[in-house]
């Protein structure tokens, strides 16, 4: 395995002098070095994948050097733009280093939204004309890839890229995840707020959550209450689109309510689909942001939503309502006032990070959970 100062030791010497992108959880041990302020490199977590891309872009402009933009693969198509319409060879011509986890590499046992994304990288990077190889797992080996990733980069123009593998990371003394119980002040679990939402929302309406842990929470919430046929869409894979999925659903549906559970970092991933929702969402459509201020599922790097007034944001996005609360004492009272108001409105929930040790998996599949939703919503089955 690598140690995360030894790797960014190598790129160092090569001239790299900027880390940004968005967290992995393959990445989550670099992650945590160059995030770490001790390391004294510059870094930034990108809103998304393409964001960083742009700030690698602008970064070469003023400085003539290459950045590593950070990625997992399923966010490749988010750079996918500005890697082949500013950084290639053919255009701006701009050298980069993106070291992108490879979720679901054939042979390794890996969720169903990653299997083909991993088993369709190779030759997407192909199809991209982009230059790669696999990191090596060994120190040495991988200061000589570096050597000559960077300068095939430099001398060609090109992005070039690693894809590393599960457990080519030793660890960086990640600091251990906040615990879901503790402390007992402050701002309740995520968990604790879910329960509390759904209760309130009450059944039969449609709820589109988010990737990540709040999905996994949601669906064990609903074996344990033996609710199993609420019409709950999971979203594992697409960070960030959950709202619009939301959206496509409310503007065709009449009779239900339409609730997106959605995270700070996923807010801020697509945050262009707030004014669009706002022009089109009907007064069935509520939004609600569980914000603990952290990339919860990939090792708890921290978002920039400290920056933002969330309900602020949505208002003058044209939102009809948005509030924020951090007590579940005063949440029947708020949903009361969203559904008075009408939407398209948002709540943001002010939570604590981490989550339970033992959190599981739901046990259907993203096929199954969507033609379950499919079904309760049309009566139409999906062939088998």
């Known amino acids: 395995m690598i140690r995360p100062d030894v790797l960014a030791g190598h790129l160092a010497a090569e001239g790299v002098s900027l880390y940004c992108g968005v967290p992995d959880s393959l990445l989550k041990e670099f992650n945590a070095y160059v995030g770490d302020g001790a390391s004294g490199v510059d870094h930034v977590i990108a809103a998304n994948e393409g964001n960083a891309v742009g700030l690698a872009v602008g970064h070469y402009l003023r400085t003539g050097s290459p950045a590593v933009v950070y990625l997992q693969n399923s966010g490749i198509g988010n750079a996918v733009n500005p890697l082949t319409s500013l950084a290639d060879p053919e255009v701006y011509g701009i050298p980069m280093i993106l070291l992108i986890g490879w979720r679901g590499q054939p042979g390794v046992p890996d ?51 690693f894809l590393v593998e599960k457990g080519t990371f030793a660890p960086a003394g990640v600091p251990a995840a906040v615990p879901a119980t ?14 509390a939402l759904i209760a309130e929302i009450g059944g039969g309406q449609v709820v589109v959550s988010t990737t990540g842990m709040l999905s996994r929470e949601l669906y064990e919430h609903r074996v344990r209450a033996g609710a199993e046929a609420e019409i709950d869409f999971l979203t594992v894979g697409g960070m960030g689109h959950a709202s619009s999925i939301a959206l496509g659903i409310a503007l065709r549906e009449d009779e239900r309510e339409v609730w997106c559970l959605d995270g700070d970092g996923a807010l801020l991933m697509h945050l262009g689909a707030l004014p669009v929702i706002a022009g089109h969402g009907p007064s069935s459509y509520f939004h609600v942001v569980f914000n603990n201020g952290v990339h919860d599922s990939v090792g708890g790097q921290p978002t920039s939503i400290d920056r933002v ?76």
Do not use: F
């Open 111 to 161: 969720e169903p939204q990653h299997r083909k994304q991993g088993r369709i990288m190779p030759a997407l990077l192909d199809a991209l004309e982009l230059p790669w190889s696999v990191l090596p797992a060994d120190e040495e080996e991988a200061g000589a890839a570096v050597r000559k990733a960077v300068a095939h980069s430099v001398a060609t123009r090109t992005p070039y890229a």
């Open 182 to 195: 503790a402390p007992e002040s402050g701002p309740p679990t995520r968990e604790e707020a879910l329960g």
């Open 309 to 384: 007034d969330v309900p602020a944001l949505a208002r003058n996005s044209g939102y009809r309502y948005a509030a924020t609360l951090s007590s579940l004492e005063d949440l029947p009272g708020e949903l009361a006032r969203l559904r008075e108001t009408g939407g398209p409105a948002l709540l943001e929930l002010r939570v604590r990070p981490g989550s339970r040790g033992d959190l599981g998996r739901p046990a259907v599949t993203p096929a199954e959970s969507g033609a379950a939703v499919l079904r309760a919503l049309t009566g139409r089955v999906t062939p088998s």
